[in-house]
């Protein structure tokens, strides 16, 4: 038996003869991530968990608890598990000590597992990795929540030797992401969600964009259960509209398909509806009435002092816990900054355990602007330089982060000069045309296919 099987959010399980391979195993059906907000949207059958249980590798993309569940991740001790090459080695280093048995895999380089099963790791400056499984000759993509960014052209040179080849990445409306977001005078900002982009189109952009034939929907299948975001909830992808309304010619298997990798034959077993219960804050450790205490504060100051591009571009930032505001003075304009309403209780464990990016996914954080459109606005960008660069890439510092991207430059090679081209050509689009209106998206389009 040569077969890939597709399950939970993000699970791609291969086998040759028996489960060999299990790709970021969250049960999220029992083991809720990001302080109890997500759990999976459908329960992964018993037959599949037993499978995942009996592979002999693990590999995690990266280190968002619906890829790399701090729960889950003790069931795999014994286990080979496998991580990208990231610059900075947070999760070999926090696995480690642990007792767990780590393995970095090359990278851009295929390692054979077994006579009829290898893989291929490509690590993104994000600190996420994409993971190319051959099985039986068929070729899997499984981009997760990376993108294709710095390696585009460098896939599809692999995927035009295949005849069969399939993509599987995060796909949907976009609430996978910080939504909670407000500006100064108190207005939600509309989530792109909202507008229900078309998954038809992302699809398409998918296999044009890794060479791939067919898609699989992966990386889309959660749900909130806290109180305190099931708001959220209104802004996630239902599972159907990966069935309807698609393309005539877009090749997409169902969500929770299995591939026979000898005849091709694909079979979709069921996977029941998990049932949301909403459950309290309370239920996770916080309170939104607890303060901070001036450890706590202390501890927030020394977190933000070692962020150097946000003290340089931002004049400040608050923090309100239990009512009280805590405001962190920074050296940027004053009329730039962020304010933060978060129970105490995950704020500072996101502090402690160097998870920032943890309670912005949360999205029962409430998240204020001043003076900026987005957390990702340059030349600050929050997101990148306090998540993926600082917290996951253990780069802090200018000459830290410099060093950092060099590093991603070089792994690269061409494909980043291809990706800089591309940004200065959808800043060009946007500089004409407003997002998500029908001149934007032919605008896209063309460019889409000039690629």
């Given at each position: ?97 642990g007792g767990f048995d780590v393995t ?145 010619g877009l090749e997409c298997l169902p ?197």
């Open positions: 038996m040569q077969k890939v099987a597709t399950t939970g959010n993000a699970t791609l399980v291969a086998y040759d003869g028996e489960p060999l391979l299990a790709t970021d195993p969250w049960f999220g059906d029992e083991e809720p991530a990001y302080f109890g907000s997500w759990v999976l949207s459908h329960q992964i059958p018993r037959q599949l968990k037993d499978d995942i249980l009996a592979c002999d590798y693990v590999w995690f993309s990266h280190g968002h608890p619906d890829h790399l569940n701090p729960t889950s991740v003790e069931r795999f001790k014994g286990k080979k598990i496998l991580l990208a090459d990231h610059v900075g080695g947070r999760i070999y280093k926090d696995l480690t000590p970095i895999l090359p990278d851009r380089q295929w390692v054979k597992l077994s006579d009829n099963v290898k893989i291929h790791c490509i690590t993104t400056r994000i600190q996420d990795s994409i993971l190319l499984v051959d099985v039986g000759g068929r070729l899997f993509i499984n981009l997760n929540d990376a993108g294709t960014r710095d390696c585009s052209r460098y896939i599809r040179s692999i995927t035009r030797h295949y005849k069969h080849s399939y993509v599987l990445a995060l796909s949907g409306y976009g609430d996978a992401d910080m939504i909670n977001i407000f500006r100064e005078d108190g207005t939600f900002v509309v989530p792109r969600a909202a507008r229900r982009p078309s998954v038809d189109a992302q699809l398409r952009n998918l296999r044009k964009a890794t060479g791939a034939r067919s898609v699989i929907p992966f990386s889309s299948f959660h749900q909130y259960q806290r109180e305190d975001s099931l708001w959220a909830q209104a802004y996630t992808t239902p599972v159907d509209v990966f069935h309807s309304g698609l393309s005539p969500p929770f398909s299995s591939v026979d990798c000898v005849t091709g034959n694909v079979e979709t077993p069921h996977h029941e509806t998990v049932i949301v219960t909403p459950r309290p804050a309370t239920d996770f450790g916080d309170n939104w009435s607890d303060q901070l205490e001036p450890a706590d504060v202390r501890a927030i100051e020394t977190y933000f002092a070692r962020k150097e591009r946000i003290r340089k571009h931002f004049g400040f930032v608050t923090f309100k816990v239990g009512g009280k505001e805590h405001s962190i003075r920074m050296d940027g304009r004053m009329d730039r900054g962020i304010t933060f309403e978060v129970p105490r209780g995950s704020l500072m464990s996101a502090i402690d355990y160097r998870i920032f990016d943890d309670l912005l996914i949360g999205n029962f954080m409430r998240t204020t602007l001043h003076g900026l459109e987005s957390l990702n606005e340059p030349p600050g960008e929050f997101n990148y330089n306090v998540a993926k660069y600082g917290d996951n890439g253990l780069a802090e510092t200018d000459e830290e982060i410099a060093k950092y991207l060099a590093e991603y430059r070089r792994r690269a090679g061409i494909d980043r000069l291809v990706s800089a081209l591309e940004d200065q050509s959808r800043n060009f689009i946007t500089r004409f045309a407003k997002q998500d209106t029908p001149l934007y998206r032919m605008m896209k389009q063309l460019y889409i296919s000039l690629r």
